[in-house]
């Protein structure tokens, strides 16, 4: 069983969510959809039609970049993150 990080801007959308969770899946595509098994439309938060991530969202497989296909280790880790922008000085 893998787990789960996600981020509390996404978990304060579904009642009843964790940050920290374990679910099943063998690939982050599985992951999601075991999130979205557990809290009805968290895919579509996570995921645009395609399937793919969604442009601001950032997924990490065991501290490395990852996307729908890459494979998830039954000890894995997968964190969740929202892209960060931002830092422009004034000139």
Known sequence: MA???LP???VALFPGAE???GVEGSTVDEVI???DARWPGMR???CVPG???REYINVFVDTRPADLQTPVPPLGVVHVLPAVAGGATAG
Do not use: E, F, H, Q
């Open 19 to 21: 940050r920290r969770v």
């Open 3 to 5: 787990t789960v990080v």
């Open 44 to 46: 579509d938060r996570i």
């Open 8 to 10: 509390r801007s996404l």
């Open 33 to 35: 959809d075991a999130l």
């Open 51 to 53: 399937p793919a991530l």
